[in-house]
């Protein structure tokens, strides 16, 4: 199995606007700041990350992406109570991406059908040394995810299990840091441009081989 690579120099200390960053920070006014990147649709299952912020008072939640579900994402956000510490970002430039990826404290990729067969957005927040929760999906998602290694996995859909596994991780920093540099290994050694370009290689030269021998 050959995975997916992305560019992830961008990513790297140095390759973003680190005074955007601080900004950034600032608007969350000291709570923890969790993310979500993508479109806003069913299969993300962004409506139980809005759930599951009703018990986690000290956070905010960014989502970076539009969709046909923003209207009524925003009207569950409402009912719910949480609409201040919600924020609809809307769509931002592939330069500042990073920047929002550096700012959060966890990515949060709570999508719920194998719709999402990898979520190369995951391997975007390891880079950046995030600690990702995701969902136990029968796609490639928890794979990328690797469960107390580089984040945390629940099961999908579970609004309840989903709160835990973020309260858990904004109770504990030593656990977010771990997570984190597993994370941006992982996503170094699995899942960078290169590694993939070199896997293809060897398997390309493997297989002349055994063709010119056969």
Known sequence: M??????????????????????????????AIL????????YKGQRHAIEALREL????????GTGPLEAELRALAAAVGVADRV???G?????????????????VFP????NEAFGLVQVEAMACGKPVVACTLRSGVPWVCANEVTGLTVPPG??????????RLLGDESLRQRLGAEGRRRANSEFA??????????????????????
């Open 158 to 167: 579970e609004n309840h299990a989903l709160m835990l596994a973020l309260r």
């Open 35 to 42: 993310l979500n990147v993508g479109r806003l649709v069913g």
């Open 91 to 107: 769509d931002i430039s592939d330069a500042e991406l990073p920047c929002y990826f550096h700012a959060c404290d966890i990515f």
């Open 57 to 64: 008072p000290g956070a905010v939640l960014w989502f970076v």
């Open 87 to 89: 924020t609809f970002c």
């Open 2 to 31: 050959i995975p997916f690579g992305l560019d992830l120099s961008r990513f790297e200390p140095g390759a973003f606007d680190a005074a955007r960053v601080a900004a950034l920070r600032a608007q969350a006014q000291g709570r």
């Open 193 to 214: 441009a290169q590694v993939m370009v070199q896997r293809y290689q060897t398997l390309f030269q493997r297989l002349i081989r055994e063709q010119r021998s056969a």
């Open 111 to 114: 999508s719920v059908t194998p």
